[in-house]
T-cell receptor, first 109, second 114 residues
Framework: RKEVEQDPGPFNVPEGATVAFNCTYSNSASQSFFWYRQDCRKEPKLLMSVYSSGNEDGRFTAQLNRASQYISLLIRDSKLSDSATYLC??????????FGTGTSLTVIP | EPEVTQTPSHQVTQMGQEVILRCVPISNHLYFYWYRQILGQKVEFLVSFYNNEISEKSEIFDDQFSVERPDGSNFTLKIRSTKLEDSAMYFCASIPDRGIYGYTFGSGTRLTVV
């Protein structure tokens, strides 16, 4: 079983739409959760950490559901500049972080 | 904003040659990492480094790989005898401490083995 699983997409949405991504993780003892954004051929950049109580940063909302072992990312009012691959990243207690394969988002004018 | 710096940005090497990828982590960070990403695939963990020694490594990090922090600022990844399948983006990352922090990644070195 893969440690971190994401729907690869692609998600093609019109500008202004709301889009949501989910990510499941295999280890119930996982401790830290993050969403990263990766543009084509660039390094992943931290978008936001995911806290147990859920957290919001502008148009972005992240949630954690420990019982079902998934995290989610909601993007409201999508902009063209939101087009990227969104990576789910989980720390399962050791030194390494596990990456999902990423979900591709294209926002269409 | 503090950055993780990687050099070179692109390295082309012949199969069987040795390469050294260089990274300067953020100065007050304590944990350092190398990850790689083969084109079109997910980011994969190679090795973590803390207190001047390897703290964890993956199956990918076999005997042809080594890491060093020779002078307290640089953090290097050496691949002794490159293979075609080593072609990938190699990302260095650092964090100030374990736990709640996300990584800061460098901009990567694209390694092409021919």
């Amino acid at each position: 079983r893969k440690e971190v699983e994401q729907d690869p997409g692609p998600f093609n949405v019109p500008e202004g739409a709301t889009v949501a991504f989910n990510c499941t993780y295999s280890n119930s003892a996982s401790q830290s959760f993050f969403w990263y954004r990766q543009d084509c051929r660039k390094e992943p950049k931290l978008l936001m950490s995911v806290y147990s109580s859920g957290n919001e940063d502008g148009r972005f909302t992240a949630q954690l559901n420990r019982a079902s072992q998934y995290i989610s990312l909601l993007i409201r009012d999508s902009k063209l500049s939101d087009s990227a691959t969104y990576l789910c990243v989980v720390n399962m207690g050791g030194n390494q972080f596990y990456f999902g394969t990423g979900t591709s988002l294209t926002v269409i004018p | 904003e503090p950055e993780v710096t990687q050099t070179p940005s692109h390295q082309v090497t012949q199969m069987g040659q040795e390469v050294i990828l260089r990274c300067v982590p953020i100065s007050n960070h304590l944990y350092f990492y190398w990850y790689r990403q083969i084109l079109g695939q997910k980011v994969e963990f190679l090795v973590s480094f803390y207190n001047n020694e390897i703290s964890e490594k993956s199956e990918i990090f076999d005997d042809q790989f080594s890491v060093e922090r020779p002078d307290g600022s640089n953090f290097t990844l050496k691949i002794r005898s490159t293979k075609l399948e080593d072609s990938a983006m190699y990302f260095c990352a650092s964090i100030p401490d374990r736990g709640i922090y996300g990584y800061t990644f460098g901009s990567g070195t694209r390694l092409t083995v021919v």
